[in-house]
Every structure is written in C-alpha cells, then in structure tokens.
C-alpha cells in the first residue's frame, strides 16, 4: 500500500478531547493506494488465495468487477493504520477492542485509493482509568458515491 506520510491531522492527550469529539465533524484520513502487491501479501498471510484477489488475468477475463479486487478483510484490517495516522492519541496503551456491524457494501478494485472518516459516537470510563471509543468509520474509494466499507470500530485507551 501507498501513501503519503503526513503526521496525524489531530493530536490528542486525554479521554476529556477524546470525549470532546463526540458529535463533532469527523476526521478525515489521507488518501492510501492499495495495490496489487498488498493484495498479494494479505493472500500469503491469511491463505486466501481465491482467484478474484490474486490473479488478475483471469480477473479481467472472468470477474463482475472487470479485473481484480481486494479482500474485504484487507479493507477492513486498513482501519486502525489509518486511524493512527489520523488521530495521534498521546496514551500510555491503546487496544482494538472489536468490531460492530461491518458492511462491505462496494468493491475495491486493485490500483484504488481509499480514505477513512471517523466520527466518535461514545466515549465511555472502562477499568483500570481507560476509556472506550466507539468509532463510526466509512471507508471511501476515489471517484464513488458508495462506501467501500462501514463499520463500528471499538478501541480502549489508557492515558
């Protein structure tokens, strides 16, 4: 994957700015490239090799999408990298936390450039002096109309 790196858009250092987001505009990644090369390695570590992903002859021969695409896993994976190079969270420890209602409701073909808006939903007290984010998250492909993918992102934050 190719993309620019720019330091994050917003700094934040405390679960009170983390908490200040909630309902404001979201914030807004850079554009990332995701190639056939990518695509490729996202194959060899998870064993999916199916043919619509890494072979991309007989993508533009045979697949709906006109060549080859990107595994909705791989799309989804991309939402905590690009959160990191949006939000520069000023923490002692950050996890990913889960997932809520992950739709990929467009393909990605390879060569396309994505970018993620996140909007904070809730941020709320957890053990141990932590706050959970619950992240509204639309990943964007260049020149659509549709989402690639939409998601519920949860993290937890210790500062």
Known sequence: MTGSAAPAAATLGSATA????????????????????????FAEATGDHQWIHVDPERARRESPFGGPVAHGFLTLSLIPALLGKTVALEQRMGVNYGLNRVRFTSPVPVGSQLRAKFAVESVTEVENNGVQVVWNVTLERQGSERPVCVAEFITRHYF
């Open 18 to 41: 983390l908490g200040a987001l909630v309902g404001a505009e979201p914030l807004v990644s850079e554009w990332l490239t995701v190639d056939q090369a990518s695509v490729d390695r």
